[in-house]
């Protein structure tokens, strides 16, 4: 009895641990990342003495620690595509943002050698046996099952009818009346219909008090009504959709050639302007501005001298970034400093000194944008300066003091600190030890060094400098703000998992899952080309298995049936974007299409020329007459993203000269000799691109 009170003791405390997580209720990952002091997992985060998984949003409370633990990629700043299995050809895919694993960890697990087990719910741990028992599944799925069993306890019975789910109901506070509604929501009727009452009270913001107050119509409730009833008043943070590392282009008519970076954080925004030749940095601290309208963003502007003390405000044409093979995009209209953004067809008109443009920030994890090095240099030099003014009698220096003088006596281990990584995460200076890290308000332990969303490498302890005030960083270890259990690492030689220092690692169960032999990789596909003539498709008879266009053999049937001598009808016209390879050049590119050839620019400069053959929508053939690599073919997959209301927008990877087609859009950002770009193409609004 005492046991089970101990037990009951802990489940409720696990449950109230769950509850008291103000950033549980935060939901996708793009909502969650734009909220503060909150991060999302990619794996339902676990709570201390609850093995049931949680939600995916986790963090930290204003007023104190709160406990979990996340053994999936944990990212407070963007939302990075990790791989998950597809346990129908045991293969790695990029799951949907702020999904999955990273890739060595996904192809660690993700393979079936005709294997089969069954979970042994005593030890919990799965067993081979042989293929056609019942229950039998692939070991991923057995550990799955085992690690995390469902409330039946013992094997049903095939033969067994499912049992029938109780009957909910809602509440339509219209009416008064309960409704019957899906399993798994609402409540029984019996307690729906104490608690349900027909909607008499009403409220509507009083935008002289800006309070709400109740009228005859208006919102359902307060907390609906004061959400948009807010004063004329910026706040901190920027809004969530403009977040991230941003790479872009002026679009508005009059537009000059070439790239414009902002890197916008919670507290810092960063503009670097690359067109005419020069670099102009303009820096400021970034808000948020609800006109009633749409959420804006105001930049109080600290540098240059000259604009020191205005604003530059902003607003982006959707309420989120629409997604593309690779990046996100945004379209957003500026005003000039000191001025309100106009309306979009102002905006483009030109003049005035605003201006319109789109931009894009890394989705998959293939995908790495970083600031121009100058700026960020000057931009680093800046703030660190800062610092030193600041902190000379300030409270983070006299504990840095105190813990010099303690690694001075032997206490505590001799580090290095990184002050310029101070300025933006406190935590990165408890990075010592586990046990250390977590002692620190608003701090969490990764298993690895953590990544700063600028590219900079962090400690193993990182979190938040204050409510809404940190950089974001992405955990691809085990993040953890409980405790420093002692871990386990895979030895690859013996495949057996070995104890590591407390925090680092997996648990045993996950190391167990992962820990296993490595397959042979499958030997590339044979390639074949499609005769353009014949329309058929022949084998590449090369010692290197390639050729210009070639593909797997289902791949190239397919396209030989869509062959069509010209572009693809919805690739003709005039494109301007950037590379976004690894190790991209910064700069402008133009793509001009016709009826029969493309012509590639850089900076408005000619690079080739070459007529067009398109396979069906994502997939053509440039066989290049003049320029560079005249006589030689490149291929490329296309794909098109959703529009916004005044652009079109492209992914598009080349192969390498006379190479084979990539097989996907990472293919273009990692692999040697292939390139891989982004363009958009003005639909209305005025929108022209002088090409």
């Known amino acids: 009895m005492a046991l089970l009170k101990v037990l009951s003791l802990a489940a409720l405390i696990a449950v109230a641990l769950a509850q008291s997580d103000p950033c549980a209720q935060y939901s996708p990952c793009s909502t969650c990342v734009g909220h503060g002091l909150c991060g999302w997992c990619s794996l339902p985060v676990t709570y201390p003495g609850n093995n ?26 963007s939302c990075n595509q990790g791989y998950v299995c597809n346990y129908t050809d045991f293969t790695c895919q990029l799951g949907n943002p702020g999904e999955g694993v990273p890739l060595i960890k996904c192809e660690q697990d993700c393979y079936n050698h005709g294997q089969v087990f069954l979970c042994n719910s005593t030890t919990k741990k799965c067993y081979e046996v042989p293929p056609g028992t019942p229950g039998a599944q692939s070991y991923g799925d057995c550990m799955a099952q085992c690690v995390n069993p469902t409330t039946q306890t013992s094997s049903p019975n095939p033969n067994s009818p499912s049992p029938s789910p109780s009957l909910t109901y809602d509440c339509n506070t219209t009416t008064g009346q309960c409704y019957q509604t899906t399993p798994g929501h609402g409540s029984s009727l ?12 009403f409220w509507q913001c009083n935008k002289f008090l800006w309070q709400c107050i109740q009228a005859p119509t208006g919102a359902a409730s307060k907390d609906l009504c004061q959400a948009s009833c807010n004063p004329p008043h910026p706040t901190p943070n920027p809004p969530p959709q403009f977040q991230g590392l941003w790479r872009g282009l002026f679009i508005q008519n009059g537009y000059k050639v070439g790239e414009v970076d902002f890197l916008i954080t919670l507290t810092n925004f960063t503009m670097v ?40 405000k902003a607003y982006s044409l959707t309420p989120t970034p629409n997604p593309g093979a690779e990046t996100n995009y945004m379209t957003a209209v500026w005003g000039a400093p000191g001025q309100d953004p106009p309306p979009l067809d102002t905006a483009m008109a030109g003049g005035n000194g605003a201006f319109v443009t789109y931009n894009a920030d890394c989705l998959s994890q293939a995908c790495v944008f970083t600031m121009p090095v100058d700026s960020i240099r000057e931009f680093d030099e800046h703030l660190f300066h800062h610092l030193h003014a600041e902190r000379r009698l300030s409270k983070k220096h006299k504990e840095l003091h105190l813990i010099a003088k303690q690694e001075k006596a032997g206490l505590l281990p001799r580090r290095e600190v990184n002050e310029k990584l101070m300025i933006v995460d406190h935590c990165s200076q408890y990075s010592q030890n586990c046990s250390y890290c977590l002692s620190h308000e608003f701090c969490g332990w990764c298993s690895q060094n953590v990544t700063y969303s600028d590219g900079t490498q962090g400690t193993q302890c990182a979190g938040f400098n204050s409510f809404n005030n940190s950089a974001p960083f992405q955990c691809d270890g085990r993040y953890s703000t409980t405790n420093c259990d002692p871990g386990y690492v895979c030895n690859q030689f013996n495949q057996t998992c070995q104890p590591t220092s407390p925090g680092n690692g997996f648990p045993l169960n996950v190391c167990e899952l992962i820990c296993k032999p490595t397959p042979s990789p499958t030997p590339p596909p044979e390639q ?23 593909m797997p053999l289902p791949q190239c049937e397919d396209a030989c049936t869509q062959h069509k001598k010209g572009p693809n009808a919805a690739t003709i016209g005039s494109w301007r974007g950037f590379q976004i390879k690894q190790g991209y050049k910064t700069g402008e590119y133009e793509l001009v299409i016709n009826n029969v050839t493309a012509t590639f620019y850089k900076a408005e400069q000619q690079v080739w020329q070459a007529e067009a053959d398109s396979f069906g929508s994502n997939l053509q053939l440039f066989e290049i007459t003049s320029g560079q690599w005249a006589g030689k073919t490149l291929s490329a997959i296309i794909q098109f993203s959703q529009q916004s209301e005044i652009l079109s927008f492209m992914t598009i990877a080349f192969s390498a ?10 293919d273009g950002m990692t692999t ?9 193409m003005c639909l209305g609004h005025g929108c022209k691109w002088d090409l």
Do not use: H
Request: aromatic share 10%; with cysteine; charged share 10%.
């Open 273 to 312: 302007d690359l067109t005419g030749g020069s670099t102009k940095v303009l820096r400021g601290i970034p808000l948020q501005y609800n006109n009633g309208q749409q959420l804006q963003l105001w930049v109080n502007i600290t540098s240059p001298d000259s604009l020191a003390g205005k604003f530059l």
């Open 190 to 201: 019996q307690q729906c219909q104490a608690q349900c009452q027909q909607q008499t009270t």
């Open 657 to 666: 000269p006379n190479g084979a087609v990539p097989q996907q859009f990472d």
């Open 672 to 680: 040697a000799g292939m390139d891989e770009y982004i363009f958009a």
């Open 52 to 77: 049931t998984p949680g939600n995916q949003c986790a963090g930290f409370n204003p007023s104190g620690p709160n406990q979990f633990t996340c053994n999936g990629i944990f990212s407070t700043g």
């Open 528 to 550: 074949y080309y499609c005769n353009t003539t014949d329309n058929t498709c022949y084998k590449c008879n090369t010692k290197d298995n390639a050729c210009p266009g070639g």
